[in-house]
């Protein structure tokens, strides 16, 4: 029989769907931005750029790995929520000033990561 996973995980996964799908319209926007500007190709992006997409890759597959109980999918979620928090709060506080997107992300990471922390996470992974 198999295990029922607990709310806060299942949590998580939803947290981790969701800044994906806004961190994708964010980038959709920058892009679409710095093409009308005239930006010539992907050669030419910004290096503060290519952090904002690692994390976005990995979430989605983190979050489907749940299932699998897996303490490295625990770890992983962790240091991609860790990315997460450490970029949007650069950009937030250094960069470009506090935006709703950034603001948004940043809770939702930490929060991320409060659970993963939390013993029922520990729980939940341990195999």
Avoid: C, D
């Avoid at 992907?42 to 890759?57: C, D, E, N, R, T």
């Amino acid at each position: 029989m198999k295990a029922r996973m607990p709310g806060e995980i299942r949590a998580v996964q939803w947290i981790m769907w969701i800044q994906t799908v806004l961190g994708a319209l964010e980038i959709l926007l920058v892009l679409a931005v710095l093409f009308m500007s005239g930006m010539p190709g992907f050669g030419s992006l910004p290096w503060f750029f290519y952090p904002v997409i690692a994390p976005l890759v990995l979430m989605g597959p983190l979050s489907i790995g749940f299932r699998s109980r897996r303490q490295w999918v625990r770890r992983a979620s962790i240091g991609v929520e860790g990315v997460s928090i450490l970029e949007h709060g650069y950009s937030m506080f250094l960069m470009l000033g506090v935006s709703i997107p950034a603001l948004i992300n940043t809770v939702l990471a930490v929060i991320a990561v409060a659970i993963l922390f939390g013993t029922g996470a520990t729980r939940w992974f341990e195999r």
